[in-house]
């Protein structure tokens, strides 16, 4: 009985570590999907043009991929808060070349806004006790 006892908290411990986990990376759009949506939002509120939709997606693609490889590593805390900004400040810089100078700035803004967004959901749920 002592033994039936023990394994159920066991198992219960690792799904209170995992699931958290599991959710995490389920909230995660794959790659190309993150890529698709981000130059369809630049096509329609940006108005970039056909040669600019084309290079945008695979700039975006390309360092959505790199994102997804940081988070694969496993990477925890301040190290994978660096890799992923250098990957968002080089990803970033090659946008600066494709787009005109107000569509960068129109980008920039808009990125700016969904950071403060998900600050603001992750410090709701924080505050709920929801993760």
């Not at 096509?43 to 988070?71: C, G, H, M, P, T």
């Not at 694969?72 to 787009?99: C, F, P, T, W």
């Amino acid at each position: 009985m002592l033994n039936i006892k023990r394994n159920i908290l066991q198992i219960a411990t690792i799904c209170i570590f995992i699931l958290p986990v599991q959710s995490t990376y389920a909230q995660q759009k794959p790659a190309v999907e993150r890529a698709k949506n981000q130059t369809r939002w630049m096509e329609r509120n940006l108005k970039i043009s056909q040669e600019q939709s084309d290079k945008v997606y695979e700039i975006i693609l390309f360092y959505a991929r790199q994102a997804e490889r940081a988070n694969m590593a496993m990477l925890k805390g301040q190290d994978l808060h660096r890799v992923k900004n250098g990957i968002k400040y080089d990803q970033d810089s090659e946008l600066s070349e494709v787009l005109n100078s107000e569509q960068f700035h129109k980008y920039k803004m808009h990125m700016e806004e969904m950071k403060r967004r998900r600050k603001e959901i992750k410090e709701e749920r924080r505050m709920s006790g929801v993760y």
